[in-house]
T-cell receptor, first 109, second 115 residues
């Protein structure tokens, strides 16, 4: 069965420090992985997807199939990065996302 | 068209009452999804439409839940005989074929409180 695990419910870092939000998944096939973000009082929105291999707002995420992980990283955290982050898995043959429970990131000035 | 719209934003209802939520997707999006999010959890899939056809339903969608998307435009989600366990944020999302583009575009959600 598909499962997405985000081990940290809360994460605090100082401004300018590196940040890594962990995401592990279980899936028997080859999934697509996404990161969604929800800023305060805003709707959930797509941050990045692994197949795009792009950097959005300084964030990157690399799919590690060996470790079944898709950790989100940013070298220098900014205050505006404070938000709720959800990792999501989309099976190759399915139509629904499987979301993790989310990590609340707080960047301390 | 400024995005996915959901109405109402908040709904408080007494246990046993019926409620209906509406979602207006982005007009050119042929796919529409309903998710439910409870406190401390990520969104959980409820159902999915491609145009007007409801193609997939989660086991979370009990007999008390029904969703429609007449004419492949807006969608409604009805909950009959509401229970306290139905209290949650109900999220609607729409997309084009995700394999051609990005992920979903989410609405702001309808927060249901059953008292």
């Amino acid at each position: 069965a598909q499962r997405v695990t985000q081990p940290e419910k809360l994460l605090s870092v100082f401004k300018g420090a590196p940040v890594e939000l962990k995401c592990n998944y279980s899936y028997s096939g080859s999934p697509e992985l996404f990161w969604y973000v929800q800023y305060s009082r805003q709707r959930l929105q797509l941050l990045l997807r692994h197949i795009s291999r792009e950097s959005i707002k300084g964030f990157t995420a690399d799919l590690n199939k060996g470790e079944t992980s898709f950790h989100l990283k940013k070298p220098f955290a900014q205050e505006e990065d404070s938000a709720m982050y959800y990792c999501a898995l989309l099976p190759r043959t399915g139509n629904q996302f499987y979301f993790g429970t989310g990590t609340s990131l707080t960047v301390i000035p | 068209d400024t995005g996915v719209s959901q109405d109402p934003r908040h709904k408080i209802t007494k246990r046993g009452q019926n409620v209906t939520f509406r979602c207006d997707p982005i007009s050119e999006h042929n796919r529409l999804y309903w998710y439910r999010q409870t406190l401390g959890q990520g969104p959980e899939f409820l159902t999915y439409f491609q145009n007007e056809a409801q193609l997939e339903k989660s086991r979370l969608l009990s007999d008390r839940f029904s969703a429609e998307r007449p004419k492949g435009s807006f969608s409604t989600l009805e909950i009959q005989r509401t229970e306290q366990g139905d209290s949650a944020m109900y999220l609607c999302a729409s997309s084009l074929d995700y394999r051609q583009g990005g992920g979903y575009t989410f609405g702001s959600g309808t927060r249901l409180t059953v008292v």
